[in-house]
């Protein structure tokens, strides 16, 4: 009777053995993550990736921590790599180039709208919470972003310190006002000039040549001479005086 049994269980795993398939080889991709260190702006990060592109960054002074937030967050097992992949080092250096993929899978649809609005906001310019709430298609959800750029996975790669208080003042940022104010500033965006037109009551800039209206640090704006140049409170008042919102920095009332 054993040896019947016997024989019938290797019958069996012969049979499920024929059943079975190699694992593809995209598969440890697919359910493990990769992480290795990187300079930036920040210092040294470090930075967990998939396939698909990059999904966590953090500063690298608490090793143990940043494994414990992305475990906590996305919920899979980290790997080190030899090196992050070709692109990220650059763009967390601040150098211009092709933009690295991101892994932004594991987040609702509303922050991945928030974060591919705040990705769009060139380097040197500005934007306030609710222009980016109402570039995600949700213009009411202003303190909402405030929240999910807070938990930004992809800090300097999608550059929320770029998003500023309604009055142009820097604000809060994940790692501190002081670091916010200093990536500003490498960027060379002039924080006490909008500083000084928000004293005056201005938020936005027109210039009469162009007959179009910006937010301070747009690239436009700043080719406004000063023989030009029109200060508003607010959109609505530089529309009634006649001026069209600019096409690139696209500011509302």
Known sequence: MTTELNAGANQLITALGALSAPA???????????????????GPVLV???????????????????????????????????RVPAGVSPALAGRTGRAP???LSALSEFERAVLAATRSIPAGQT???????????????????????????????????????????????????????????????????????????????ASDTTGIVC???????RRITPAHRHGFRSVGSALAAGYRPCRTCRPAG
């Open 127 to 205: 934007r306030p919470y609710g222009w980016v709430a109402r570039e995600a298609g949700s213009p009411r959800a202003v303190r909402a972003v405030g929240s999910v750029l807070a938990r930004n996975p992809v800090p300097l790669l999608v550059p929320c310190h770029r998003v500023v208080r309604a009055d142009g003042a820097p604000g809060e940022y994940m790692f501190g006002p002081a670091r916010k104010t200093e990536l500003l500033r490498g960027e060379r965006v002039d924080l006490d000039a909008v500083a000084a037109l928000a004293r005056a009551g201005v938020h936005y800039l």
């Open 101 to 103: 993929q991101l892994d």
């Open 24 to 42: 593809p080889a995209t598969l440890p991709g697919r359910v493990l993550t990769r992480w290795a260190g990187a300079p930036s702006r920040l």
């Open 48 to 82: 967990a990736f998939t396939d698909a592109g990059v999904q966590f960054v953090r500063p690298a002074d608490d090793p143990e921590a940043f494994a414990q937030d992305y475990r906590a967050r996305f919920g899979r097992p980290l790997l080190p790599a030899a």
């Open 215 to 221: 937010f301070p640090t747009c690239r436009d704006a």
